[in-house]
């Protein structure tokens, strides 16, 4: 629990719940606008925590946005803020469907509506890619090919050959794992001469 | 009893949803048309694309729905939460394991090596999002030059206000919503 804030329930509560009301499109929407709020702007959470987190979001089941709620809440309060935060998220999607589902003919036929949608998917669409573009920088400021080699791989694998993101997410961890060991062996050696 | 039967309808949809958003698709499908009475077959396409235009997650925009149609808003209640529960006890579970343990050499290696592949799987997104902005579909047209020019004008006006000034994204999708009315209203009179 970092920058001990005096009411963290409150400020969870209405970061994800206005982060909720945000996130069209749905699955990793809402890990930019989380990761500009809670590590940009609040500084709760830290850069490579972030990316953590998204992963254990990705792979567990269910929807990325509730599961990537739990684990910042969880993070920041324990139980009860991840539960604050589940309802932060949950609420938004709640109330905006029963209010659309009494007219949702009228809605889905709605000409303004639909200009304000396809308008802000293309925002929605800069958002990622602005977060793409600083998380590359990151991985390029490491100076070292492996994590590029895999960054481009599983890009690969993912997008051109449709690979199965938690079989890609358990592959580059085992990676992962290897480098290490390689790494630590090295070091041992170095000492040891 | 309806109650438990769509707490139990899409606590299976919740748990069997991996890797979210347009994974849950054919469970819901297969939940609320299939094995359920709950909703015809456009009815089902219709949720799908309110889901799509309307902010959360779809599991959650459709267990509202559904549960609406079929036992009003405590319906809607229920559903939701079935949908989220086995989110609930498996990450917070996940979490605590990763905070226990994050600090291990090998856990950190592990996680070093996920952390490319996770900028990758967000990218892989954000070009799929994007196709469908430009091009109104979700796979790549064949023909690369029939594109929307104002998508792609909203695109890259809110990706330079990101870059520029780093705004609030909040912001930045909140104007491209008021660029997508102005534009394609401009565009709808003078052409």
């Not at chain 1, 969870?12 to 749905?26: D, E, I, K, P, Q």
């Not at chain 2, 004008?153 to 104007?175: D, E, H, N, T």
């Amino acid at each position: 629990m970092k920058k001990a804030n005096a009411n963290p329930y409150g400020q969870l509560f209405v970061s994800t719940f206005r982060l909720s009301a945000c996130t069209f499109g749905g699955g990793f929407v809402i890990i930019p606008l989380m990761r500009k709020r809670f590590v940009e702007e609040l500084g709760w959470i830290e850069e490579q925590e972030m990316m953590d987190l998204t992963a254990i979001a990705q792979s567990s089941p269910g929807a990325i946005a509730v599961n990537a709620s739990i684990l910042v809440g969880y993070h920041v309060a324990g139980i009860p803020g991840a539960l604050l935060t589940v309802l932060g998220t949950v609420l938004p999607p709640l109330i905006i469907i029963s209010v659309i589902s009494l007219f949702y003919q009228a809605f889905r036929d709605s000409a303004i509506v639909s200009m304000a949608m396809a308008g802000m998917l293309c925002g929605v669409a800069a958002v990622i890619f602005d977060v793409v573009i600083h998380m590359v920088k990151t991985v390029a400021r490491q100076k070292r090919i492996l994590p590029l080699l895999v960054l481009l791989g599983s890009f690969t694998a993912v997008r051109f050959f449709g690979v199965n993101i938690i079989l890609v997410i358990l592959v580059c961890g085992v990676i992962g794992a290897l480098d290490t060991c390689r790494q630590q062996k090295r070091s041992k050696e170095a000492k040891e001469e | 009893m309806i109650y438990l039967q769509l707490f139990w309808s899409f606590f299976q949809i919740g748990l069997f949803s991996i890797g979210g958003g347009y994974a849950a698709m054919p469970l819901i499908q297969n939940q609320v048309v299939d094995l359920h009475p709950w909703l015809t077959m456009t009815q089902f396409a219709d949720i799908m694309t309110i889901a799509e235009m309307t902010p959360g997650p779809i599991a959650i925009n459709s267990a509202t729905f559904v549960g609406i149609q079929v036992a009003g808003f405590p319906g809607a209640v229920v559903a939701t939460v079935g949908c989220v529960f086995p989110s609930c006890v498996i990450v917070m579970t996940l979490a605590y394991v990763y905070y226990r343990f994050r600090g291990l050499n090998l856990v950190q290696g592990i996680l070093a090596g996920i952390r490319p592949a996770v900028i990758a799987l967000i990218a892989s997104a954000g070009i799929s999002l994007l196709i469908l902005a430009i091009y109104g579909q979700r796979t790549l047209p064949e023909n690369l030059l029939g594109f929307d020019g104002m998508a792609v004008v909203i695109f890259l006006a809110a990706l330079f206000v990101l870059r520029k000034w780093k705004c609030s994204p909040l912001w930045v999708m909140a104007g491209s919503g008021a660029a997508g009315v102005l534009l394609y209203w401009l565009q709808g009179r003078l052409l």
